[in-house]
């Protein structure tokens, strides 16, 4: 009994609820008793039988097994559609313990792709523990049966001190210093180890409202870069990929909460009043209201971008912008990247 399996986990689905990105989950309804009623009596579009879960923006409900294969269907589609990697690609799944990156990570081992991970530890007290607690966790129970390695790359061991430390001794936001770092770990173990393409749990939610909101400020240089696939425009850059872009967020939560992916379920505590839970949220509203708004919306704009000339061509723009960096030999616009500098900020505030 599929839909009984759901109710089992209703503890787990009301943890969701608490966090603050799932206030978007809860406007689609996916744990009220209204929805457990109306889908109680609704049957699989695909296979007739008991549907467990409903998505409003298809017209369409799923038992287990159609929802799975209709989820593996869109990230294969993301990766055709976009060209981003092939089968034998060697792939970089940036996880953080959350339900999307270790969904991608899931998905695309169970697609057939060679796919290994890495874990950033921020050094944020319990939240990096219990998150690093999940990563190892599914690492072990899944990703090993395909062979697959996990890398650990941990801030403090190189920094010194955690990320809001570090956020503190360079007089910066936690978030854009925990930017500056992810990125550059990523982009350095990805080149480092050498990965072909670098792929990140950006679900449509999430571009959904990097959209609206570079839109609302007309962030140009931004807007050339939101597309799902952004490609290796110079030497010591890896190709950055988003698969997951066809997907909800809400639905992401589902395949985890039925394929037994054990995630982290807290924000992290540093995410609390993010402009981009604000936008998610009035584009919850929208969707709720008028389903396969946020679709329309994202979709839209990556069909606007295919068929508009763009202004410049990222790879020529960064090619004659972007040269090594004198310290790590990374790529930027400066003598020195953003992290040497944050990192030799940090050094000299210590030494103070
Ligand atoms: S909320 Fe901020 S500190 Fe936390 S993971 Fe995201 S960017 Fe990093
Ligand atoms: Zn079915
Ligand atoms: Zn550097």
Known sequence: MPFARLALRMPLLALIHRSASCLIMCGAGLQSPGYARMIGTMNCTRCKTKAVLKLPRHNAAFCKDCFNSFVHDQVYKAIRSQEMFGKNDRILVA???????????????????????????????????????????????????????????TV??????????????????????????????????????????????????????????????????YLEKQGPSLPASVDGFAKKVKPLYRLAERELAAYCVLNGIDYVVEECPMAQGARTLLYKEVLNRLETESPGTKQMFYWGFLEKSRTTEMPTNIMEKDRSTLHPCSLCGQPTTAETCSYCKLMARANTSTAG
């Open 95 to 153: 996880v953080s313990g959350g339900k999307d990156s270790l969904a991608l990570w899931d998905i695309l081992l169970k697609l057939g792709y060679k796919t290994d991970a890495l874990y950033v530890n921020l050094g944020i007290g319990g939240y990096s523990e219990s998150s690093q607690e999940k990563v190892v966790h599914f690492s072990k129970t899944v990703a090993a049966g395909y062979g697959a390695v996990l890398h650990i790359h």
């Open 156 to 221: 403090e061991r190189e920094g010194g001190a955690g990320i809001r430390e570090l956020a503190m001794m360079v007089h910066r936001p936690t978030c854009s210093t925990c930017g500056t770092i992810k990125r550059y770990q990523f982009n350095r173990i990805a080149v480092e180890q050498g990965y072909d393409v670098m792929a990140t749990g950006h679900n449509l939610d999430d571009e959904a409202a990097r959209l609206l909101g570079n839109v609302l400020h007309w962030q140009n240089e």
